[in-house]
């Protein structure tokens, strides 16, 4: 291109454009999809990355290697599609192609910026907006309908929470929840509140109780706001819709938080 | 039979331009990149001058046009080239689908010495074990293998 150019600067782009490129709606069996790219899948037994590219470059052609012991085929699956970002993505692929697991499926500030790209191609690719949205629309965001998608997709709880929590028109947010700390969280555009990141777990927050019992029998309800928000502005009576669920495996609660009322002044 | 081309003498050069091919190298080798960077160093861009002979051309054309009623030719030309170079400059957007497609176009070319590239992390989130580095390096050959 003789002319200057400027690259469309959204992941998800991306990733619609190569499902409708290869004529795909959704992704079924993730090894034949990465075929279609010239991208062969090798599990292996690495220590410390999740995922990594070894591409040829300006070619159809590469492997993605995939650490055999990643628990749960949706998370596989996601540093899959994470590696193929790296592979469609501008600008990425020439480097830095090997993905720790503090970087696949997280959303935490000060990540790599081309590791956040990468991570909402995957989400995209995965699933898609057009696929999602009729689904959530229906039964909003909560903890139960990721679980479905999560399903349908075969994609993992977190992205599918992702996903919803993006899709809803309701104020929502998704908060990802380690040994009794707030790890990182994603809000959606409507949501404009802050939450409490890397201060531990309010103890009249169902996560908070899910990490010190995990038999917590219905973890979903409405809690004291504050309970999550900072906030000076807050009404004194003020709540908030908590969803939350544990992953024992990965000793994490997500929770998918949402303001059904006016709970005080926002941002 | 074809025609003979009159070829024009080059006019050798003058010792002022001796003089600035020995400090900013031939003109012939001038791209763009260079004399912005030598431009540069006089705290001037290539915007900056293009605003200025813009300006001074809109003035001779009106200047012209105030004592003739018409509109010179040869400047309106230089104007409209440099109103072309302008819409050059400015960056084209290009989509997702185009780029999309540019990659499975990339298929078709020839692999010249195209070969497998991956690079360590060293950011703060710690180097990959020995072990890591051995994978990656098999992975990397393996695919050389394939590819000849």
């Known amino acids: ?267 | 039979m074809p025609k003979s081309r009159i070829i024009k003498p080059i006019p050798p050069k003058s010792e002022q331009e001796e003089l600035y091919d020995a400090v900013f190298g031939p003109n012939e080798e001038m791209s763009e990149d260079l004399a912005d960077d030598i431009l540069a160093t006089y705290a001037v861009t290539g915007q900056m001058l293009v605003d200025k002979f813009k300006a001074r051309l809109q003035e001779r054309i009106k200047e012209i046009h105030d004592q003739t009623g018409e509109i010179p030719a040869p400047l309106e030309a230089t104007m409209r080239n440099v109103r072309q170079y302008e819409r050059e400059r400015i960056p084209r957007t290009v989509g997702a689908d185009e780029w999309v497609s540019e990659i499975f176009g990339a298929a078709l070319l020839p692999s010249s010495h195209a070969s497998p590239l991956f690079s360590f992390r060293t950011s703060s989130t710690g180097e990959i074990s020995e072990n890591d580095r051995d994978i990656l390096s098999r992975l990397m050959l393996e695919l050389e293998e394939a590819d000849q």
């Open chain 1, 1 to 267: 291109m003789s002319q200057l150019s400027q690259l469309e600067p959204n992941p998800d782009a991306y990733a619609r454009s190569l499902l409708s490129h290869l004529g795909v709606k959704r992704i079924g069996d993730i090894g034949e999809f990465a075929g279609l790219l010239g991208l062969r899948i090798k599990e292996v037994d690495s220590d410390d990355f999740e995922g990594a590219l070894i591409r040829v470059p300006q070619r159809l052609k590469g492997i993605i290697a995939v650490k055999r012991t990643i628990s749960g085929e949706g998370r596989k699956r996601f540093t899959i599609c994470h590696e193929i970002g790296h592979f469609v993505l501008p600008g990425h692929g020439t480097s830095d192609c090997i993905c720790l697991d503090t970087e696949v499926e997280s959303w935490r500030k000060g990540m790599p910026e081309q590791e956040l790209a990468a991570n909402r191609f995957a989400a995209e690719l995965l699933l898609p907006y057009k696929e999602v949205a009729p689904l959530v629309h229906k039964g909003k965001a909560s903890i139960s309908v990721a679980k479905s998608l999560s399903n349908e997709f075969n994609s993992s709880l977190t992205a599918a929470g992702l996903k919803c929590v993006e899709v809803t028109e309701e104020k929502c947010a998704i908060v990802y929840s380690v040994n009794g700390v707030i790890k990182w969280f994603k809000t959606n555009a409507n949501f404009h509140y802050f939450i409490r990141i890397n201060e531990r777990l309010d103890p009249e927050s169902y996560a908070g109780q899910l990490f010190a019992n995990s038999n917590v029998v219905e973890p979903f309800g409405a809690v004291p706001a504050e309970a999550w928000l900072r906030s000076d502005r807050l009404r004194s009576d003020a709540r908030i819709w908590e969803d939350s669920i544990l992953l024992p495996n990965y000793q994490s609660v997500i929770t998918i938080l949402t303001v059904h009322r006016d709970i005080g002044q926002e941002w």
